[in-house]
């Protein structure tokens, strides 16, 4: 089964990057193949097939006419950011162990000194999350559902409706600096589930998260 991911290329240099992700579109088409890897569904219905609003940005159901967005249920849900924004963010979070000052990002991304810490501290708290988790390789959840640990609301191993489940992955080299940040849409969170991704994502040699 195929599994799209955003996974950002080790030694990644900045030019590289806004080549890559300097785009609104090229940011959203990747997020499109993390979240739907086999084509979108319906996350109401199930159903394939589906009407792009342009003007609100959302997938909307040809037959249950659920209307259902890129971002909705993931950490960049409740920002008002540009994609292009939040994908640089985090390459830059992951250009060394200590991440960066709310200050300097707040001026290499051009947004204010507030929207910098906010941003700053949800993707800390997805790669604290992955130290916490493995140290060398960390699971986390960003599906904004289960943000902080908390599963509200949510049925063991299948997920809150509506919601898609993903997992962030983070690797990091031998000194512990950040190296790739991955995402991948999952079934739910079921240890079965985790278990599969577990063999089909992280290297042999890592321990297995359980
Ligand atoms: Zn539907």
Redesign the pocket.
């Known amino acids: 089964m195929p599994r799209s991911k955003i996974q950002f290329q080790e030694g990644l240099s900045l030019r590289e990057f806004v080549n890559k992700y300097g785009t609104e579109e090229q940011c959203r088409d990747l997020l499109f193949k993390a979240r739907w890897p086999d084509g979108y569904r319906?996350p109401?219905?199930s159903?394939e097939l589906y009407y792009y609003v342009q003007t609100r940005r959302v997938f909307q159901?040809r037959?249950?006419r659920?209307q259902h967005s890129l971002i909705t249920n993931t950490i960049f849900t409740s920002s008002k950011l540009p994609l292009t924004v939040w994908f640089l963010a985090i390459f830059f979070m992951t250009q060394s162990k200590e991440g960066m000052a709310a200050l300097p990002m707040s001026r290499y991304l051009g947004i204010s000194f507030n929207a910098a810490i906010r941003m700053k501290h949800k993707l800390q708290m997805v790669m604290k999350q992955a130290d916490d988790v493995q140290p060398l390789f960390g699971l986390v959840q960003i599906d904004d559902a289960y943000w902080g640990g908390k599963r509200h609301g949510c049925k063991r191993g299948r997920g809150a409706a509506g919601k898609t489940p993903m997992i962030a992955a983070l690797s990091r080299d031998t000194k512990g600096y950040p190296r790739h940040i991955r995402f991948s849409r999952v079934a739910g969170f079921s240890s079965d589930e985790i278990k599969r991704w577990s063999e089909k994502h992280l290297a042999p040699k890592r321990a297995v998260f359980t």
């Open positions: 319906c109401k219905c159903h159901c037959q249950c659920h």
